[in-house]
């Protein structure tokens, strides 16, 4: 069964260094998303993507971040300076149609020192 | 503004009792969609239902079972018989259909069935 992949599964970094997690959704999927989880709280929102543009974003995604589709595979979402505050659970999502289901990669654990 | 509330947030049972967690929601949309989520303690975020608002029918997958309530503004998740691999944290999640349809989680329902 397809599914969404997410690379490293856990990094750590020191603060105000640059990082980009890696996504690679499933193949036939044509909007991406991400989302952040810090410990313990709750699922949110972070960036839609589709048609090779930022569709929404939440005032979490401010502009130190940013996202990409490089080539026809990868979706990336890059943290220009982190902070202590960025540390937490990033998910990857996609779906094939707008209204479609959401399915979710196994997350990168992000560790900002 | 969409909302979702899980007010449950942690439920300890003993293997093979049943257990219900609660999910309200608010959205102003006649048209949206429900989610459930299961977060076990590795980590990932697993797909468990979706439900539209147009359709009120109960579900039943196995030991899951799924109460949709409209006038309640409730989507109800069920566990029969629960086993100590159904320990995890479940997430509630709305979606309406306008925009590119991100999804408003609630805070999770931890979930623990010891032996």
């Known amino acids: 069964e397809p599914e969404v992949t997410q690379t490293p599964s856990h990094q750590v970094t020191q603060m105000g260094q640059e990082v980009i997690l890696r996504c690679v959704p499933i193949s036939n999927h044509l909007y991406f998303y991400w989302y952040r989880q810090i410990l313990g709280q709750k699922v949110e929102f972070l960036v839609s993507f589709y048609n090779n543009e930022i569709s ?58 | 503004a969409q909302k979702v509330t899980q007010a449950q947030t942690e439920i300890s049972v003993v293997e093979k009792e049943d257990v219900t967690l609660d999910c309200v929601y608010e959205t102003r949309d006649t048209t949206y969609y429900l989610f459930w989520y299961k977060q076990p303690p590795s980590g990932e975020l697993v797909f468990l239902i979706r439900r539209n608002s147009f359709d009120e029918q109960n579900e039943i997958s196995g030991r899951y079972s799924w109460n949709f309530q409209k006038s309640t503004s409730s989507f109800n998740f069920t566990i029969t018989a629960s086993q100590v691999v159904d320990s995890a944290v479940y997430f509630c999640a709305l979606r309406n259909p306008s925009g590119f349809q991100k999804l408003v989680f609630g805070t999770g329902t931890r979930l623990l069935v010891s032996p």
């Open chain 1, 56 to 113: 929404e974003k939440s005032e979490i995604f401010d502009d130190q971040f940013s996202v990409e589709r490089p080539d026809g595979s990868n979706f990336t979402l890059k943290i220009r300076s982190t902070k202590l505050e960025d540390s937490a659970m990033y998910f990857c999502a996609s779906t094939q149609g707008s209204t479609d289901t959401q399915y979710f990669g196994p997350g990168t654990r992000l560790t900002v020192l």
